[in-house]
């Protein structure tokens, strides 16, 4: 067993500093792990001993009848030293310092996390924080965090140097019903690095793309490096904060992390194939993007739009953002006169102006994208005008009827659609508003996690879906340069 | 009566083209007006005769028994000439002509738009339109409009130029309960313009913020012009799109508008006092923005926040924007001393670690509002901690009770935050993450109406609560920089 593998997938937890007063988080983490339905056996450490709840607590390490694969640490800063030391002499190799109070308050707490490290390394330890939240691994059931958030086994892994946007991205995935790999939040880094988790998660097979929230390297080359590797594997995305001084100081406050040139970043994530994204709603929404579509070839792009106005704003957004929205050829051209009304535009976007038959949309998207001159499709509004017929019609006595039967009709239509878009392989990337039958959001809600288990997502505006295109774009031709087909 | 008052305040409306086939938007826009619920006299007109529904339709506008105030017309495009010319013997002074198939489609169109205009002209009469969805008007319970959406009266004006974005904004407002004064889809704009109705609007005592949609200009002068001096009235804030090649393309295959140079629209926003937002989020956040805070009067900004991550994200986004983030003066720091834990940063963001008293937000907010030093505040994570306990704690029987004592809660936390915004006259903007009890969405959707209600917003990231600081610093400017005191 690798020591990552004794962080992810432990078969017993150590948890020194474990406490039966709510109000500390050695109870909230003890509580999360045992709320998460950890299956391995976990042993609670904490001098007073006696129980906390059903579980038996530990006076010592030394009382544990086994060696346990990893010990998660929250005692006060000042008996840190100590705790880690007799992890070691116990034979544990991996341990979790969620304690702060270390470099990022000052010297003093700088050296004390440089004998933290030695004292592990004397062992063969490996360490992840301090000043951390802690990991989870959600495949072993393995909540051992701050935070209060379960998300269920899924493709995305998170590397956070912050624990509360590490959180943040779990919750936002969680509310469209994407699960979770792992989620590691690095805090002040005084062993292991973001990258070396990056490293791990490469070669993970449960993780499909990894998310990454950095505030500032340790070893700029080491890391370059690594995501070189890693990102011709899966996509690797990332936010990289603490770009301006403001940001950057209240980066060094929070882990002592220091954020280094912008412009430089920006180099780096050219030459090692990182998604860069600008802000968490990016970084979910491209994130998305990777899991539901195949790559695009190249940047030509058709769109299909339920209205003039988001087709515009989606044809703007494209060409900021350095897609081509294809001027439309005689024969794609001819084919769409087949069912569209006379007056249809006959441009590119392709505006299903009133008149257009109902199954309009998959029908403009499946020429588009059989064509050679488009690498992906857009559609602007939902796959079936149906839905909102159903749904808007759901106020009699058999409405919640009518609204799940709206339901399936609205999944089995971007169903459809998907099986086109693997049969041409090729993205077809949806935006689109939701009805809200008797005003109530969750059909919306429904809709997406029903979508979301078939690996289909829904985007809510148009520049949305180009943003993601574009960053698929960019992630195909940096493989492709690098000799990979896609 | 204006004519503006005939189109939003009309004691009467003759629907042209009304039909009772369901597939016809002569039947979709008198069901429209229906379900909405007006309660001036409404005349559908068909020359077939007869009855939809419980209305009587005459066969002319001759038969009907006054002069309508307002005319919405559905009729076919070859029937649209003669149809205005009765409108106007009838003595009709304001109509909208919802039909396609002018100037946007071709040259014959663009001449029968002209003559559309002259016949109307020559009768006294205002016309909008025509490829447009309609307008409407809560206040009078008119929604004479293609699009199925109904939302309450309230402060939000629409100018749109396109009629499916212009729905977009107010499904939007909707969702989070913030209603709308009015909404224009002025379509083809053969008569009257955007900037028309922004006039209108500016003095419209329903109205707070006007959010305007902008493909191009018929114009640009008399644009100019009018917006700023709405803009001196009530924040004008505006998507211009069409800013790149394919964009344009779309905006004339769209509505027949020219879009012009980006350049020289910038430059017109800076002039015109008119706040440019680059998509519907933005739009959305920003009105939200000045509809629930005191304009800042200058760019110097506190941060409190529950998380570091967080922190560093807003920090980042503020400096992006011009937003300083603010060195904390020592007096300042002192204050804060009192009550936070010995290790907390001493820096902005105001890092809440773990061990700050459970008030902790809202007693830092008060020390960063009532120092001279900040025009801003951003707070980021909700101003009582209780609310995730109680919801956390919603599992039992009583769960449902638990979660409205949250609900409660949190409004007053909020309410509590909000007059000291109004005592210190400082904006205080909020973005955080609510709690999800037992897994229902419905929390934050109830929580985001409930706070509308009180003129109340929460973003949801960090980098909107910045954005939205930085554009009610650029309007402050604007208006300071016209001798205006704010």
Redesign the interface.
Known sequence: MTEFNKFFEPRSVALLGASSDIRK?GYRILHNIVTGGYTGRLYPVNPKGGRIGKLEVYKSLEDIPEVPDLAVIVVPPAGILQAIKECGQKGIKACVVIT??FA??GKEGASMQAQMVEIAHSFGMRLIGPNCFGLMSPSRMLYAQMA?AFPPTGPIAVV???????F?IV?RA??TNFGCSRLISTGNEADLHAEDFVEYLSDDSQTRVIMC?I?GFRDGRRFFEITSRASMKKPVIM?K???????S???H???AALSGSDTVFNGVCRQAGIIRV????ELMNVGYGFLCHPLPQGNRVGIVT????????A??????LGLE?VKLSEPVLKELDTFLPA?W?R???V?L??GAPPDAVPRVIEILAKYEQTDAVISLGLPTPAV?WVT?DSMGADGDQKIDAALDMLVSSFKKVKDLSIKYNKPVIFAA?FP?PKGD??FQ?RAMSALAQQDMVCYS?P?EAAMVLSKMVGYSRYLQSRGRAV
């Open positions: 988080w702060a109070g990022e308050v209060n956070s140097q912050s624990g509360n946007v590490g943040t919750r969680m509310s929230y505030e936010i904060v603490g770009e301006t001084e403001a940001g100081s209240a980066a406050s929070h882990t600008y802000n968490l709603e339920l209205g003039g106005g988001w087709g515009v704003l044809a703007d957004a494209c060409s900021k929205v007056w535009s441009n590119n976007p505006d102006v009133a909102e808007a508003e809200v959001i969750r809600h505006m520049d």
